[in-house]
Nanobody, 124 residues
C-alpha cells in the first residue's frame, strides 16, 4: 500500500514557476514508477510526466516538454515536478500517481495509487 500527498501548488502569473512535491509513505517507494497527471475543470484527467523507479527513464506529454521536469529522491520517498514558463492553460489540479509498472503509470485507467491533488492556477 502506498499513500501519496502532494504539495506546492498555488497561484502564479503566466511565465512563472512552481515546484510540486509528492511525498509517499511505505518502504517500497523506490520500486514504484511515479507520474504526474492533471485535470482542468470540465476536462478529463491527462498524463503530464512519468519517471522510472531509478529515475533513468522519463516521459513527458508534448504540451509540457521542455517546460516541466520530473525528478525523484528515493531517500526522501518524494517525487517532484518542476514547472517553468507556466501558461494559463496549465491551470488544473495536479495529481501524483504510483504504479509498479512504468507502462501502467502513464495510463490513468491503470494507475494503482493516487494522491489527493494540488491546485495550480496560472493567471494571464
Amino acid at each position: 500500500q502506498v499513500q501519496l500527498v502532494e504539495s506546492g501548488g498555488g497561484l502564479v502569473q503566466a511565465g512563472g514557476s512552481l515546484r510540486l512535491s509528492c511525498a509517499a509513505s511505505g518502504r517500497t517507494f523506490s520500486t514504484y514508477a511515479m507520474a504526474w497527471f492533471r485535470q482542468a475543470p470540465g476536462k478529463e484527467r491527462e498524463f503530464v510526466a512519468a519517471i522510472s523507479w531509478s529515475g533513468g527513464s522519463k516521459y513527458y506529454a508534448d504540451s509540457v516538454q521542455g517546460r516541466f521536469t520530473i525528478s525523484r529522491d528515493n531517500a526522501r520517498s518524494t517525487v517532484y515536478l518542476q514547472t517553468n514558463s507556466l501558461k494559463p492553460e496549465d491551470t488544473a489540479v495536479y495529481y501524483c500517481a504510483a504504479d509498479s509498472s512504468l507502462v501502467a503509470v502513464r495510463s490513468k485507467e491503470n494507475v494503482d495509487y493516487w494522491g489527493q491533488g494540488t491546485q495550480v492556477t496560472v493567471s494571464s
